[in-house]
């Protein structure tokens, strides 16, 4: 069982460079979100989504596209990368049965610069 | 939507009880509050969480006061291992179905 799982974990672009997020989770979670962490800023919610097929924007959701294909993974997507999106991206899942009531499961996070 | 006030740093001694505040005072009657730390460069990892009640399990005790505007997580012997930032975090109602907003925690570093 390992849980969520991020791919790649370390990554640069060039401005202007597209590049896909992967996330994978084994829970058979419905719910899975996207966030991106920078220094002194906390987690600001990127896209979000509740199942299979459905994807909902977030705080931050501008430069940013997702798909929800399979239940198991959520990718995320950069079309035209910016300096500004130099961060650290962590992928978390939940389940939705108690979705009151279920913490989240994160991942260990991609570090993505971008020059 | 409801959101959290935490103390940006705290420090505590190793072996100590490490109490961390935070403070809710918009929470709805059914939202939950809900504890999560990140130590450095890992993912957030959850502690605990509590709707009414005082919880316990076996990373931490939560108090939640009657009123429900603020809680209180307890380490109850706090290690090195436990250094790391703390979010305090509630459930946002609405459209976001089960989202959660991260504030910027507190960081709590148990010194030897």
């Known amino acids: 069982n390992a849980g969520v799982t991020q791919t790649p974990k370390f990554r640069v672009l060039k401005t202007g460079q597209s590049m896909t997020l992967l996330c994978a989770q084994d829970m058979n979670h419905e719910y899975m979100y996207w966030y991106r962490q920078d220094p002194g800023m906390g987690l600001r919610l990127i896209h979000y989504?509740?199942?299979?097929?459905?994807?909902a924007k977030g705080e931050v959701p501008d430069g940013y596209n997702v798909s929800r294909l399979k239940k198991q993974n959520f990718l995320l997507g950069l079309e035209s990368a910016a300096p500004s999106q130099t961060s650290v991206y962590f992928c978390?899942?939940?389940?939705?049965?108690?979705?009151?009531?279920?913490?989240?499961?994160f991942g260990n996070g991609t570090r993505l610069t971008v020059t | 939507d409801a959101k959290t006030t935490q103390p940006p740093s705290m420090d505590c001694a190793e072996g100590r009880a490490a109490n961390l505040p935070c403070n809710h005072s918009t929470i709805s009657g059914n939202e939950y509050v809900y504890w999560y730390r990140q130590i450095h460069s890992q993912g957030p990892q959850y502690i605990i969480h509590g709707l009414k009640n005082n919880e316990t399990n076996e990373m931490a005790s939560l108090i939640i006061t009657e009123d429900r505007k603020s809680s209180t997580l307890i380490l109850p012997h706090a290690t090195l291992r436990d250094t790391a930032v703390y979010y305090c975090?509630?459930?946002?109602?609405?459209?976001?179905?089960?989202?959660?907003?991260f504030g910027k925690g507190t960081k709590l570093s148990v010194k030897p």
């Open positions: 989504s509740v199942g299979e097929g459905t994807t």
């Open positions: 978390a899942s939940r389940a939705a049965a108690i979705a009151y009531n279920s913490p989240l499961h």
């Open positions: 975090i509630v459930r946002v109602r609405g459209g976001s179905q089960g989202n959660l907003i």
